[in-house]
């Protein structure tokens, strides 16, 4: 009887068409993630003028999709460690799709306030699934450049979201860029038949020739037989998860893990809610101000796929810090102005920042965690964050509504990327989880014998 280790299995494969799928497959799913977090951005400036909206109103709901993204991070996460992520993945997809779809026939600021709210169940509950879904098939060579790939659909929908809004708004009104929101449903039913199951919850559930048909794809060299003895990392299980999150000296790393996601969201949210605004109010035309919002997804792109790399090199820790940090440093310098070429540059500098080095901490907090806990830890860090991600338009709404000078508003956005550096600072990095800690040392040795 032969022993099959499906971690390892995974670990040492290489990249092929099944971890291509899963990556297309995923790139899809974030990339109208993103499209939601930008589209009411894009919008508010219109809203505003047609329902008679106060700058705290806007703020308010905008704030809507992310309280209940706070609740769908948080149970869906931890849901999907008991019923797997897949099919998690399957409900969170119709929430989002079809209730940001609906937003577009919201005939008063209450029902797209409720539609803005299902959606956000669906959306915080379906990001850290699909990337703990893809830290458990990645080859351990790629774990961070492949989540930071995937990660890139999220800046890929932003941009999409203001362009659509330049094209399609002064046409068919501001309702038709929430109706694209509906193109995932339709892809749903081959979306579900091409992506796997995880392995841990396959072997919980005693699906050994799904296991095994899944692992052969994992790695086309493996043959299995049905009477092989199916080797499971032994873990610490509880019957909550969420304990697990503060057992074996993870209790810091967990907080800390906390206030980054609290803190950068913050930052995220209330920047895509008004950066267009705030730039309408600094002199500049809408259109242009919708050109600032894709400067702020393309310079997470950029930034995602760089700090991706590097991180898989020299560790997540040790780029993210200083990423965050100069995230701070860049809106500072953006409340001062400047040539419209500065302009730009700071806010692509700004959205590498924040929104790229949010990408890279969900893939981070994905590996330093142990695969039982990897969705209720990517799920509660989310739902915290979407607390601060609430604030965010509200606290810019407030803050238009005072009328202080431009530059310290971007101020008051900055702070919360300095909170985020010294959370993540105070990381222990001695606590990553074992499996994980395994495979960076053997890229480290690797990286140093070649």
Known sequence: MVKVNPAEIIANSKFNK????LLVWSFFIIAFDGYDLVVYGTVVPVLIEEWNLT???AGAMGSYGLFGMMFGAIFFGTLADRIGRKNVIAITLIFFSLFTFLCGFAET??????????????????????IALLT????????SIIVSIVLCGYSVGGILAPLLGIFLMPTFGWESIFWVAGLPLLALPLMYKRLPETASHLIRTGKREELFATLSKVNPGSTFNKTDEIVELQATVTKVPLVGLFKDNRALSTVMFWIAFF??????YGLNTWLPKLMIEAGYALNSSLGFLIALQGG?????????????KYGSKKMLVPMYASGAIALTLLGFGGNMFVIYLLIAIAGAATIGSQNIVQAYVS?????????TALGTASGIGRIGGMLGPILGGFLLSIALPIHLNFIA???????????LALVPEKHVSKESNEDHTKLEQHTKMS
């Open 413 to 423: 956005f900055a702070i919360p990327g300095l909170i985020a550096a010294i959370a």
């Open 55 to 57: 700058s705290v109103e």
């Open 136 to 143: 458990d098939y990645a080859p351990k060579s790629m774990k």
């Open 367 to 375: 590996q330093y965690y142990p695969a039982y806990i990897r969705s």
């Open 18 to 21: 099944f971890h291509l799928s």
């Open 109 to 130: 600021p209450t029902l797209f306030s409720t539609f803005r709210f299902l959606a956000g169940l669906g959306l915080g509950g379906i990001m850290p699934n699909v």
């Open 263 to 268: 803190s950068c969201l913050l930052m995220i």
């Open 300 to 312: 997470a792109i950029i930034g995602t796929l760089i700090i991706g790399r590097l991180c898989d």
